[in-house]
């Protein structure tokens, strides 16, 4: 096998049903690139079409850390290639992850991402989706803001995160594999980029090649929000437990207080976004009280973790 692509998923078969049909087309030309998805589900079975190349199994753990770390363990290649369960590849993105393997021993890469457009067509009728696209949440470059960010080039950044992420399974291996002590998912990128830095390895971006980000089914303001409170906790981990400071949320004294005080009332918060009009002109109004929101549910999640001792 040429490459290995790992796949996590958990209760998403909306979206992975799209990513397989993706990924099928690329292993029925390409017999020397293998599929692993990981079931993180306990409950929910995977609808597939069977291919030889194609492998779905279940996750004998619990989370998207250890999902990806029995993926890899599964790989028959050398490359390996995570790739999220909302991410829409061509065989073009397959190639430029090939020729960096080949190209880059002892290093990582990733590509850039948007939202497809008839997802922004959706977005931009909805006061949620106007939302997310003023705060810039339907794109990497949007996400990425404050980082290092240059189009359609080929260059070196300080971060990295997993939705593409290419390298040498000896890579990975060297680095430790992801760290399963997380509550949640999202921080295991920033603790496995922190180890990737120590041991010298070096992390690129490459904005010449986006994928499709197809986030179709997380568009539910309250679903949105409750991840919010979940990223809290698990960035409490990350300054409380694995002592990452520099991570620490960084509110005001005054900030915090009002999140803390408002944290009982999130939910009826919430109810008044629901009796704003769908109309543009009452956007600011909306957008305000989801930032509030977005900091209440995200103090919420992050007070739940005592400093470890």
């Keep these: 096998m040429d490459l290995s692509i790992i796949i996590p998923t958990k209760d998403r078969a909306l979206v992975l049903k799209d990513t397989l049909e993706k990924v099928s087309m690329i292993l029925l030309a390409h017999p020397n690139i293998e599929a692993i998805v990981v079931n993180d589900s306990s409950t929910s079975e ?21 999902a990806r770390n029995f993926g890899a363990s599964l790989a028959k290649s050398d490359g390996l290639l995570f790739l999220d369960d909302d991410i829409l590849v061509e065989e073009i993105h397959i190639k ?3 020729d960096f393997l080949k190209e880059s021993p002892n290093a990582c890469l990733n590509l850039d991402w948007i939202y497809p457009e008839e997802l922004l067509d959706i977005l931009k009728k909805i006061k949620f989706g106007r939302f997310m696209i003023n705060n810039g949440l339907v794109s990497l470059k949007g996400w990425a803001s404050g980082l290092e960010w240059y189009p359609d080039q080929f260059f070196e950044r300080t971060s990295m995160a997993s939705q ?43 904005t010449r090649y986006a994928t499709y980000h197809n986030e179709k089914d997380r568009h539910v303001p309250l679903n949105w929000l409750k991840r919010k409170e979940r990223e809290g906790e698990t960035r409490a981990v990350a300054v409380k437990i694995f002592h990452y400071s520099e991570k ?22 919430y109810f008044y976004t629901l009796l704003i009009p769908n109309l543009k002109f009452t956007d600011f109004i909306y957008n305000r009280l989801m930032h509030w929101l977005s900091g209440i549910y995200h103090n919420a999640g992050y007070r739940k973790i005592k400093a470890d001792k």
Aim: aromatic content about 14%; cysteine-free; hydrophobic content about 40%.
């Design 46 to 66: 995977i609808d597939f079409v069977p291919q030889e190349n194609l492998t779905v199994i279940r996750n004998p753990k619990s989370g998207v850390a250890s």
């Design 96 to 98: 430029r992850a090939m």
């Design 164 to 206: 593409f992420l290419v390298m040498h399974k000896s890579v990975f291996d060297a680095v430790g594999k992801y760290n399963e002590s997380f509550p949640h998912a999202g921080f295991e990128d920033y603790d496995f980029q922190e180890r990737l830095k120590k041991k010298n390895i070096k992390l690129y971006l490459d």
């Design 248 to 269: 620490d949320p960084g509110y005001s004294s005054t900030k915090m207080l009002a999140y803390s005080l408002l944290i009982p009332f999130r939910k009826l918060i």
